[in-house]
């Protein structure tokens, strides 16, 4: 990745801020998407390589474009296109007073990404470039408590396999990431029934894989352009019990958010 420029969403905290690290390390030239402002500021300050921070909300959809114009006109080029940015719940359905939340999570998760991808197209397409984005597990199956989160992840699933089809003989490879439950940031802020942050994450974070672990996984697979990174041996053998044993996947599901890991 030396000299590539990279377009990362979600790069102030998390997997996206190790992310960031594990880019920078292997000499990619970043520019670095978040709403914080000063987390991405101390984060530009932390990388050994050319870096620029761009703070933006990416629900402000018709601002999309400017991302890819300012990456541009920084650096000249884009060469990848890394969609992290997700914000999630917690909440059976039965229980949500707040049915917006249901609105912002696909509009985070789904729709940014989806449009920035659209905004990309023609630079990627110029530099034979790469869209990786970061789905999860639970696009691949449902998960109680997590419905929209579910279901903005399927929705990630589905747009990007059309599109990787559609840019077949372009050169631009599609990568879809999916991690198991990772130590992040995102959790605390996950919206409850109410549409108000938890506050505290529901995880037992020593039993669940680090945002370090994950990004270090997640680099390997882009680097290849792999198609498909499941980031866990449950979510690799899901995968086909999903179509075998459907039924025991439902039972491993309900499990998971009961052990909260």
């Known amino acids: 990745m030396d000299g590539e420029v990279v377009l990362l969403t979600g790069a102030s905290e998390g997997i996206g801020r190790a992310l960031a690290h594990q880019l920078s390390a292997r000499g990619a030239r970043l520019m670095l998407v978040a709403r914080n402002r000063e987390r991405l500021d101390s984060l530009v300050a932390e990388l050994p390589s050319p870096a620029f921070a761009y703070p933006l909300d990416l629900t402000e959809l018709d601002q999309l474009p400017k991302l890819v114009e300012a990456a541009l006109a920084q650096f000249g080029r884009l060469d990848r296109l890394i969609l992290n940015a997700g914000i999630t719940m917690w909440s059976t359905v039965e229980a949500l007073t707040d049915l917006s939340v249901l609105e912002r999570v696909m509009r985070v998760n789904y729709l940014a990404t989806a449009h920035l991808a659209h905004a990309a197209l023609p630079a990627l397409k110029q530099s034979r470039g790469h869209i990786a984005v970061v789905s999860s597990l639970t696009g691949l199956t449902g998960v109680p408590t997590r419905s929209g989160y579910c279901a903005s992840k399927h929705a990630v699933m589905g747009f990007f396999d059309a599109l990787r089809i559609e840019l077949r003989g ?92």
């Not at 942050?197 to 997640?218: V, Y």
């Not at 039972?251 to 998971?256: D, E, F, Q, S, T």
Request: proline share 4%.
């Open 170 to 261: 372009s050169g631009v490879d599609v990568t879809v990431l999916c991690p198991d439950f990772v130590v992040t940031q995102t959790h605390k802020r996950a919206m409850g029934a109410d549409g108000q942050p938890l506050g505290q994450t529901p995880m037992q974070e020593s039993k669940i894989m680090t945002a370090e672990q994950c990004a270090r996984a997640m680099v390997r697979a882009i680097e290849k352009r792999q198609r498909l990174w499941l980031g866990s041996f449950r979510g690799r053998l899901g995968r086909w019990l999903k179509l075998l044993a459907p039924g025991l996947i439902d039972g491993i599901a309900a499990r998971a958010i009961a052990r909260r890991h």
